[in-house]
């Protein structure tokens, strides 16, 4: 998963984090196995069906384990397909989702230093 040359020329970090996800596109919902990384600009899903490249998709994250139950919403497009599942990419979050995001993708951080110095050189998902 950490390629280094892959992980050069990306915007922020990715986290490792498996939970179910709720994926919307093209007038039909998905409910992803899991997920295996997520970052602030977007995730990796396991176990949807092939979808088409570009198009444009809702994620809901529901986490569980607290009161009352956090649900992030994401809008994002397609952005890469594997066998195993496929890549969102980030385009819109609104302001409360944002916020739980970067919670999640802290508390899930192995290096939360890098992370805060990523997340400093952005204003929401564009760069500064």
């Not at 040359?5 to 919307?24: A, H, I, W, Y």
């Not at 196995?33 to 899903?45: A, N, P, Y």
């Not at 139950?69 to 609104?94: M, N, S, W, Y």
């Not at 916020?99 to 929401?124: F, T």
Request: hydrophobic share 30%.
């Amino acid at each position: 998963m950490s390629n280094p040359s892959r992980q050069e020329g990306r915007e922020f970090s990715r986290v490792p984090f498996q939970t179910s996800v709720c994926l919307k596109t093209g007038g039909q919902e998905y409910q992803a196995s899991s997920t295996r990384d997520i970052s602030m600009k977007g995730m990796f899903l396991v176990g949807v069906p092939p979808l088409t490249l570009g198009s444009e998709c809702e994620v809901l994250l529901q986490l569980k384990g607290v009161e009352p139950p956090v649900e992030i919403r994401l809008h994002g497009k397609i952005q890469r397909l594997e066998e195993t599942g496929c890549a969102v990419q980030f385009d819109q979050i609104p302001l409360e989702s944002y916020e739980h995001l970067q919670n999640l993708v802290r508390l899930n951080a192995q290096d939360p230093s890098k992370l805060e110095l990523e997340m400093g050189r952005h204003v929401g998902l564009n760069r500064r």
